[in-house]
């Protein structure tokens, strides 16, 4: 799907054909002044906004809550310098998931097939019309799955392999992420280092969705002629720039307008998908965010876990932490 994370493509084994140049611009440069006055008032209504980098305070328990882009791009170098002293300086650092629990995903994944897999029922073949599975057919073989494999395979599992750019990130082979970033330095410092969530947890919150809406947004994005190139552009720029709900709210106005398909129904489904890969995440590391040992704790999360009324940060502000934003 078009919400996809590219290391998450990475990390599923999903091969990456050589690509054009990236042709994407940041749709914020090119907004109405109607949908500028828009994106000012929704904005206003979105908790924690703006910034990466947040520290949470309560008694003498300081948080800090780094956002995060898990693909590499070079601009990361310069937010490394300013992190690197909190980082050395943490009793503990709190990723996703870390290096060493990633390394599992291949066990986890032969044990439990059906993260990735229709497990029982009806297959593709029997849900989708005769010429939508055959143009995901023709467009899957390119990239030399079977059919009879793509049968049964979840359509979010799909919709990643569809949703391409030649902007995954800024020389995608040559930079780490920032979370790698992050734990490396960690580990340099003897910091100790753990992981929010079991490898896996991410993708089992996709496979959570009702086949009927994953179906549904794999349809749009087999039919989508929108310029992909044009969202990562935006979403990354809007990072780096410490505004990503910005990019989040236009990605929402923008995906799929080219589908004659009620923008209600595109909402509920862009809803559906945030809830079970941001919202319930986010409920479930809490806990283990407040039962970490130590009174400096360094929280590494991918950044669109912030902003939001369950985002991390107001999370935290429920808890009774006073929240300030800090340099990034």
Request: glycine share 8%.
């Amino acid at each position: 799907m078009i919400r996809a994370i590219v290391t998450l493509m990475l990390c599923l084994g999903i091969a990456f054909p050589a690509f054009a140049r990236c042709t994407g611009t940041d749709l914020r440069n090119h907004l109405t002044p109607s949908a500028q006055k828009r994106l000012e008032q929704e904005i206003r209504d979105t908790p924690f906004a703006y910034g990466n980098h947040w520290v949470a305070t309560k008694g003498s328990k300081r948080i800090h809550v780094v956002g995060t882009q898990h693909n590499g791009d070079s601009r990361m170098r310069k937010v490394m310098r300013k992190l690197r002293p909190v980082i050395r300086s943490a009793d503990a650092v709190l990723l996703e998931v870390t290096e060493a629990e990633l390394s599992r995903l291949d066990e986890v994944l032969r044990k439990n097939p059906s993260i990735l897999l229709i497990p029982r029922g009806p297959g593709l073949p029997e849900m989708m019309s005769a010429e939508d599975w055959s143009m995901l057919q023709l467009r899957m073989g390119f990239e030399g799955v079977d059919s009879d494999l793509l049968a049964r395979l979840q359509p979010w599992y799909i919709s990643m392999a569809l949703s391409r750019s030649g902007c995954g990130g800024r020389g995608i082979a040559a930079y780490a992420g920032l979370d790698e970033r992050i734990e490396r330095i960690a580990i340099r410092h003897r910091v100790p280092v753990g992981s929010l969530e079991r490898v896996g947890d991410g993708m089992r919150s996709l496979s959570r969705q009702p086949i009927r809406d994953q179906l549904a947004l794999l349809e749009l994005d087999i039919k989508s002629g929108l310029n992909f190139d044009d969202q990562i552009v935006t979403l990354s720029n809007a990072y780096f720039e410490e505004s990503l709900a910005e990019a989040m709210l236009i990605q929402k106005w923008t995906l799929y307008r080219d589908i004659d398909i009620p923008r209600r129904e595109v909402a509920r489904l862009l809803e559906q998908y945030d809830r079970q890969i941001l919202d319930r995440r986010n409920r479930a590391w809490i806990p283990v965010i407040l039962g970490t040992k130590g009174n400096t704790i360094v929280v590494a999360v991918g950044a669109a876990h912030l902003p939001g009324r369950v985002g991390v940060l107001n999370l935290l502000r429920q808890q009774g932490f006073t929240l300030s934003r800090a340099a990034f």
